[in-house]
């Protein structure tokens, strides 16, 4: 499948590429992950309630994580504190891979596409 | 009755070997103002998500390509020739705008995938990690990581935009840095550039061998359509 300069005003579009089998599977996940239908029963309504909850705990679990490696980097925490703030957020992981094994989640459902912007997390 | 609205167009007055639309419709054109929107009549109050009706959505959008660039609809758009009427009338600078930046235009689309490395976890992720210390030293790994992949992501859509600025009207680009399928953009392209941004594409594809692309085209503008439509999509609902 070769690029075909020829008929310009053709309104018949032509598909490219030397690596087919790599852009069907990646085409096919987000295809995947696109909303398909509102699915409204009890049991659905109370995961998509935990998952928009999950997802803003974990950008935010997310956030602090970056915001301790600045404050280690920046060298104003003691090697206690470090220890300290570590062993915290890690607990905090824990806890949310609990809950997410509980909801049903996987790491990839804890995310928001955000259009143009790209994703949340 | 409700309408099945596929597309807006100009310059248009007459169609011919237009193919059926949704449900096996006729399609028709609805003179408004100086625009007309391509129609056909619709029983439902819910338009299913099927791949058959998507395929009738794009096939009508397409075949008024070759004549003009339509600034198509959101799939699944149902009205009343009167809610129509007002959108458009209400609308018509925007649109004309709009009109003004499609015109004579057609959308290419480009994909490209890169590998990623395969680092971006943690090293002892097989072992427990006990000591805080090391988890924050693991995350500062992680973190990054993730900022060498953006600035890649960012430096392939810069790349790939001085490729093509000079041939593109305008460009939608998304850039996604943690996933395989990185940039993907549509480029506005005149039509009689299409020629040269083929070629243009063809040899950046061979300046970045590390990269896999994917190129498609010509399509109707549906990136740069953007009608700020208050028409809901019907959708089916379960």
Redesign the interface.
């Known amino acids: 499948m ?5 008929n ?4 018949e ?7 087919p089998e ?2 069907v599977e ?2 096919r996940y ?1 295809a995947d992950t696109l909303p ?5 029963d009890a049991a659905s309504v109370e995961q998509g309630l935990a998952k928009l909850v999950l997802t803003l705990i974990e950008f935010i679990r997310r956030l602090l ?2 915001q ?2 600045r404050r ?2 920046g060298g104003d925490l003691s ?1 206690e504190q ?9 607990k905090l992981e824990v806890k949310l891979q609990e809950l997410k094994t509980q909801f049903g989640l996987t790491d990839e459902d804890l995310n928001l596409d955000l ?2 912007i ?2 949340l997390i | 009755m409700k309408l099945y609205a596929y597309c807006l167009v100009e310059d248009v007055d007459a169609l011919d070997a237009i193919p059926l639309g949704i449900s096996g419709a006729a399609v028709r054109l609805l003179q408004v103002d100086e625009f007309a929107v391509l129609v056909s009549n619709f029983d439902s109050d819910t338009v299913a ?1 099927t791949r058959e009706n998507a395929l009738d959505h794009a096939a009508v959008v ?2 008024v ?2 004549r003009t660039t339509p600034l198509p609809f959101r799939f699944g758009t149902l009205v009343t020739e009167q809610q129509l009427s007002i959108y458009i009338s209400a609308r018509r600078p925007a649109l004309q705008s709009r009109f003004e930046l499609v015109r004579g235009c ?1 959308e290419m689309s480009v ?1 490209v ?1 890169r590998e990623l490395s395969s680092d971006n976890s943690m090293t002892e992720s097989q072992g427990e ?1 006990t ?6 030293e693991e ?2 790994r992680e ?1 990054r990581g993730g900022e060498q992949r953006a600035a890649e992501a960012n430096d392939i859509s810069t790349w790939l935009h001085e490729q093509v600025e000079n041939l593109t009207r305008d460009e ?10 990185v940039v993907a953009a549509a480029h506005l392209v005149a ?6 941004y ?2 243009t ?2 040899a950046a ?1 061979e300046i970045r061998p590390e990269l ?8 109707p503008p549906y990136s740069f359509a953007n009608m700020e439509l208050e028409f809901k999509s019907q ?4």
């Open positions: 070769e690029l075909s300069p020829e310009p005003l053709s309104a579009p032509e598909i490219e590429t030397s690596h790599e852009f990646e085409l987000v398909s239908r509102i699915n409204i994580e970056k301790a490696v280690m980097e090697p470090i220890e300290e703030l570590g062993l915290a957020l890690m259009g143009p790209g994703r | 998500v397409r075949s390509l070759d057609v994909k995938i990690i000591s805080g210390t090391t988890f924050l995350k500062r973190i939608q680009v998304t850039v996604r840095p943690s996933d395989k399928l039509r009689d550039k299409i020629p040269q083929k070629e594409m063809a594809r896999h692309f994917l190129f498609s085209g010509p399509w959708f089916g609902v379960s």
